[in-house]
């Protein structure tokens, strides 16, 4: 396809999605209401049913099938010294993500999740048929000193990665990734969306020392210095200082989102390619589902642009969606506390004795919407 072609594509995949299900979301907190507990006893559990209603349209669900999309890139930008890691660490672990011999293919193994490895642009041939291969190029170009990729690539990244989720047989996918580097573009795409110094974004990703930071985040400044991304433009921003693995996996959001599908984010770089997908299409926000609170520095700062908050305090920064097939596993649960658990009636329960903690759940409920509206329009 041509540049008008893909940004045609481009438009159609934003508008393809849409919000949640209304109808859904109310007869799924009717039903939590009913169920034989105190109102709220059962916290995110609850909360992630209701809002797992409203993205499937059903008050009951399984998640039978999920998967973790894991996109590779490299980064040129690791040349200016701000990884702990050398560069031939991409292709070694993409190789071992499909040998269940990282993390991230451990735990999904124990989840009972499926793991497809995904090579958008890693800076090595790969042995034929050991990854999928949807490569566009090998590795991005340095940022500090010029655009990471052109604007038709950068698109054809985010298009691929959300063809990649929207025909996925999953009933719930995680986006992961595997690059050294990219806490580097990651860091520098959050700092030119919320218009923020590195100081503030950029962290010591797989353990830099205190010079390595410091290195690290002069280069950044010189990134958005040298290439002036347009914050209001997502996909200017991603092709200036992204990467590949970014823009593939804000496209697996938004692909998720089109196919009415929930999509986990991992940590700092999962978040900051969420907070993309969301810039192009706020719709998205509806799909996404954290799973674990990432010790990156920028991660607090995606969320909050998002309004979401992880729920696994496991002081993890491995990467990889390592934190997905967790939530694969929570996600279980709060749909087994849904479709499994009594209600009053069922349990021969009179429960007038809760009517003034309903009525008091309800008005903090109203209370915390309108202090959340009145914060967005400010």
């Known amino acids: 396809m041509n540049s008008d072609s893909l940004e045609r594509a481009l438009q159609k995949l934003l508008a393809s999605v849409t919000g949640p299900d209304p109808e859904a979301v109310r007869a799924a907190e009717t039903r939590q209401g009913r169920l034989a507990k105190p109102p709220g006893s059962l916290g995110k559990l609850e909360e992630l049913s209701v809002k797992l209603a409203g993205i499937t349209g059903s008050v009951k669900n399984e998640l039978r099938k999920r998967r973790l999309f894991v996109f590779a890139a490299d980064n040129g930008v690791v040349?200016?010294?701000?990884?702990?890691?050398?560069?031939?660490?991409?292709?070694?672990?993409?190789?071992?993500?499909?040998?269940?011999?990282?993390?991230?293919?451990?735990?999904?193994?124990?989840?009972?999740?499926?793991?497809?490895?995904?090579?958008?642009?890693?800076?090595?041939?790969?042995?034929?048929?050991?990854?999928?291969?949807?490569?566009?190029?090998?590795?991005?170009?340095?940022?500090?000193?010029?655009?990471?990729?052109?604007?038709?690539?950068?698109?054809?990244?985010?298009?691929?990665?959300?063809?990649?989720?929207?025909?996925?047989?999953?009933?719930?996918?995680?986006?992961?990734?595997?690059?050294?580097?990219?806490?580097?573009?990651?860091?520098?795409?959050?700092?030119?969306?919320?218009?923020?110094d590195p100081e503030k974004t950029a962290g010591r990703g797989g353990g830099l020392t205190e010079e390595g930071l410091l290195r690290k985040k002069e280069v950044i400044r010189r990134a958005l210095s040298v290439n002036r991304p347009d914050p209001s433009d997502p996909v200017d921003v991603l092709s200036k200082v992204g990467g590949l693995d970014i823009a593939a996996m804000c496209g697996a959001f938004l692909g998720a989102a089109s196919s009415r599908k929930p999509a986990v984010i991992d940590g700092f770089i999962s978040a900051v390619s969420a907070l993309a997908a969301y810039r192009l299409c706020p719709q998205v926000r509806a799909y996404l589902i954290p799973s674990h609170a990432s010790a990156e520095a920028g991660f607090r700062l995606a969320m909050e642009e998002m309004d979401l908050r992880p729920f696994l305090l496991l002081d993890m920064r491995l990467g990889e969606g390592s934190g997905c097939p967790i939530a694969f596993q929570i996600l279980d649960d709060a749909c087994a506390v849904m479709n499994h658990m009594a209600t009053f009636e069922e349990a021969g329960i009179e429960d007038g004795y809760l009517d003034e903690i309903r009525r008091e759940e309800e008005n903090s409920r109203k209370d915390g919407v309108r202090r959340e509206d009145a914060t967005r329009q400010e």
């Open 79 to 196: 040349r200016e010294g701000v990884a702990a890691a050398p560069q031939s660490v991409t292709w070694k672990q993409t190789l071992n993500l499909t040998r269940a011999r990282t993390g991230a293919s451990v735990l999904c193994r124990a989840a009972g999740s499926e793991i497809t490895v995904v090579d958008v642009g890693v800076n090595a041939d790969l042995p034929a048929g050991s990854v999928l291969d949807r490569k566009l190029m090998r590795g991005t170009g340095d940022i500090a000193e010029g655009p990471a990729m052109s604007r038709e690539t950068a698109v054809k990244a985010v298009l691929t990665g959300a063809e990649l989720a929207a025909s996925s047989d999953a009933d719930v996918i995680g986006v992961g990734e595997m690059g050294i580097g990219n806490t580097t573009t990651s860091a520098a795409v959050l700092s030119a969306f919320l218009g923020l």
